[in-house]
């Protein structure tokens, strides 16, 4: 049965891979469970057995992702792109070719993803660094090529999803200002409610009821990867959709603190209208 949605329900993060996952299915589940909006985020480029050696290979995983969305728009839900390079991308490449070399191709996918924002094809960027311990010198690449992603986004007028090491981050928010990006145009995919950005929590967070009574700006996301050789590796499709009418149906969220988190916050972060149809 459809639940068919009385408020906006917005997942932050989601993928939806019809090469190596579900696809529209999986769409469809989130649909079914009372989902409205969701931030459709591309996956790596070996997603698409893509190797990039300049930027521009990056174009076939941009245009994978949009053709994704478009799909999904006609199920009825509404899709908002986030394009990237994941930030995963500099081990892969660093083995191929010499950091440098990889550093460029990175700064050079960011670009290209810019383009899409210019042309309004895609509401923010996604970047970051590791979320895995790496050698000092893949750590100051990333971080050039986080700041690359800020300026890029202090240029556009777009927000910038990171991916990256857990905890806080907040050495994020003075790269921002010196990029001139206000943090509340960043946000932590993954987050923990003590990042100064602003956090993206997985649906099933313990805290959210807490943050939720206190006002806290913050989103939710599945990260569902629709990738059917990692089954159950997060969580799935229906978990926001799901996660937000529990917490409503206890009491444990208001649906003024449910509103902010699917549309207010939403909204103002990325610069997108959330309606219901
Ligand atoms: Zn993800």
């Known amino acids: 049965m459809t639940i068919s949605p009385t408020v906006p329900i917005t997942d932050d993060h989601i993928h939806i891979d019809p090469a190596n996952g579900r696809g529209l299915e999986a769409a469809k589940d989130f649909r079914r469970a009372g989902g409205t909006h969701l931030f459709l985020?591309?996956?790596?480029?070996?997603s698409f057995g893509v190797t990039p050696k300049m930027g521009e290979d990056f174009i076939p995983v941009f245009e994978g992702t949009l053709s994704i969305a478009r799909e999904i728009r006609e199920l009825g839900?509404?899709?908002?792109?986030?394009?990237?390079?994941?930030?995963?991308?500099?081990?892969?490449?660093?083995?191929?070719?010499?950091?440098?070399?990889?550093?460029?191709?990175?700064?050079?996918?960011?670009?290209?993803?810019?383009?899409?924002?210019?042309?309004?094809?895609?509401?923010a960027l996604k970047s970051g660094r590791p979320h895995y311990e790496v050698p000092a010198e893949v750590l100051e690449a990333s971080n050039r090529i986080l700041r690359h992603s800020l300026n890029l986004a202090q240029e556009h007028s777009c927000a910038v999803q990171l991916h990256a090491e857990g905890g806080p981050c907040a050495d994020v928010v003075e790269m921002a200002r010196e990029?001139?990006?206000?943090?509340?145009?960043?946000?932590?995919?993954?987050?923990?409610?003590?990042?100064p950005l602003v956090?993206?929590?997985?649906a099933r967070h313990e805290a959210i009821p807490a943050l939720g009574k206190a006002g806290r700006p913050f989103m939710m996301e599945s990260d569902y990867m629709d990738e059917n050789s990692r089954p159950g590796s997060v969580i799935g499709p229906r978990s926001v959709p799901r996660f937000t009418r529990r917490l409503l149906e206890t009491g444990e969220l208001s649906e003024e603190a449910a509103y902010r988190i699917h549309v207010e916050v939403p909204s103002r972060t990325y610069g997108v209208e959330i309606l219901l149809a």
């Not at 191929?96 to 670009?111: C, P, Q, S, T």
């Not at 990029?179 to 990042?195: C, I, M, N, W, Y």
């Open 199 to 202: 956090p993206s929590l997985i």
């Open 77 to 123: 839900i509404v899709v908002f792109p986030v394009l990237g390079v994941h930030p995963a991308e500099i081990t892969r490449l660093a083995g191929l070719m010499d950091l440098a070399l990889a550093e460029r191709v990175m700064i050079e996918g960011l670009d290209a993803a810019a383009g899409y924002v210019a042309r309004g094809d895609a509401v």
């Open 41 to 46: 985020v591309s996956k790596p480029s070996w």
């Open 179 to 195: 990029a001139g990006l206000s943090r509340e145009q960043v946000v932590k995919h993954f987050a923990t409610p003590d990042t």
